[in-house]
């Protein structure tokens, strides 16, 4: 089956800049979604299709796919930001959806 | 606004059987793929099983199949999942999840709040 590997965390300083990868065989040729899940709460799709913002989502939050490794990255961290994420494919080889690991984000 | 309320959850032992619901409202719940997603108490997500809008395919994770039934009641907005021959490690808040819709399914754009599923004795 298909694995997904995220760095488990990842800190960062308010108003800096946030990156958190998936990496995947040859993610680059699948499409990658985001989720983000704050304690308590449903996870919120943030970026769909590597880079794709639905509405209500902050331009800050941005998404690229390449090779063997996408990412989301975070601009102008806030302390609301603060929260899991988790990247997600569709493995067509197999027709199951598939979550990445999940890295936590802390703001410092 | 879309709305999804999932309920059904509850203590069951092992072994046991448990049916879970998704209530969907404020949009056309005949439209959309969905999905049931899990998450064990601590740990990450883990997509469980895909429905088309009409029904007619359904796919599952290995981890459940053959033991758990998804199926849908587009006359009633309704999802279900069907859990039997249930184990320690189904434990999870159980997502119901909205599928982007024309049953392209890859991503899920709406979630529920969860309906937390013990397994124990």
């Known amino acids: 089956s298909y694995v997904l590997t995220q760095p488990p965390s990842v800190s960062v300083a308010p108003g800096k800049t946030a990156r958190i990868t998936c990496g995947g065989n040859?993610?680059?040729?699948?499409?990658v979604h985001w989720y983000q899940q704050k304690p308590g709460q449903a996870p919120v799709l943030v970026i769909y299709?590597?880079?794709d913002r639905p509405s209500g989502i902050p331009e800050r939050f941005s998404g690229s796919n390449s090779g063997n490794t996408a990412t989301l990255t975070i601009s102008r961290v806030e302390a609301g930001d603060e929260a899991d994420y988790y990247c997600q494919v569709w493995d067509s080889s197999s027709d199951h959806r598939v979550f990445g690991t999940g890295t936590k984000v802390t703001v410092l | 606004e879309v709305q999804l309320v999932e309920s059904g959850g509850g203590l069951v032992q092992p072994g046991g059987s448990l049916r879970l619901s998704c209530a969907a409202s404020?949009?056309?719940?005949?439209?959309?793929?969905m999905n049931w997603v899990r998450q064990a108490p601590g740990k990450g997500l883990e997509w469980v099983s895909y429905?088309?809008?009409?029904?007619?395919?359904?796919y599952y994770a290995d981890s459940v199949k053959g033991r758990f039934t998804i199926s849908r009641d587009n006359a009633k907005n309704s999802l279900y999942l069907q859990m039997n021959s249930l184990r320690a490690e189904d434990t999870a808040v159980y997502y119901c999840?909205?599928?982007?819709?024309?049953?392209?399914?890859?991503?899920?754009?709406?979630w529920g709040q969860g309906t937390l599923v013990t397994v124990s004795s």
């Open positions: 999840a909205r599928g982007p819709g024309r049953d392209i399914g890859d991503y899920f754009d709406y």
């Open positions: 299709y590597d880079s």
């Open positions: 404020g949009f056309t719940f005949s439209s959309y793929e």
């Open positions: 429905i088309s809008s009409s029904g007619s395919t359904i």
């Open positions: 040859n993610i680059g040729s699948k499409s």
